[in-house]
């Protein structure tokens, strides 16, 4: 009974130990929108397609395309952002800023 115990906790163990590397590693989600709201340290994207979603700007976030700094993003802008599922609240590790695109409505 003992060694049944020890041999189902040590699988529990090896489990976790590769499954955790796993979600360390997960890519990067990507989602792309037109900024909605802009704070100091927030910002919601809405991808037009009614989901708007919410993000936090960290110390390292990465911002390329159009605009090279956080702080000169702006209400209007086209925008990819890449975050980790993970992340509560979503972190916005890069932001791609877009060319400005025609609207439909």
């Known amino acids: 009974m003992t ?9 529990a163990f090896i ?3 590769i ?3 796993a979600l360390a590693d997960e890519p990067y989600r990507e989602f792309t ?3 909605d709201m802009v704070k100091k ?3 919601i994207v ?4 009614g989901d708007k979603v919410s993000f936090v700007f960290i110390k390292d976030t990465e911002v390329s395309g159009k605009k090279k700094l956080a702080k000169k993003i ?3 802008d086209w925008v990819t952002v890449s ?12 932001i791609v800023v877009l060319p400005p695109r025609e609207e439909d409505d």
């Open 33 to 35: 929108g037109r900024i």
């Open 46 to 49: 809405d991808n037009r397609q």
């Open 74 to 76: 702006k209400k209007g």
């Open 15 to 17: 489990t976790a130990a």
């Open 41 to 43: 340290k927030k910002f």
């Open 83 to 94: 975050w980790r599922f993970v992340d509560k609240p979503r972190k916005a590790y890069k």
């Open 3 to 11: 060694r049944r115990i020890f041999l189902t906790m040590a699988a």
């Open 19 to 21: 499954s955790l590397p």
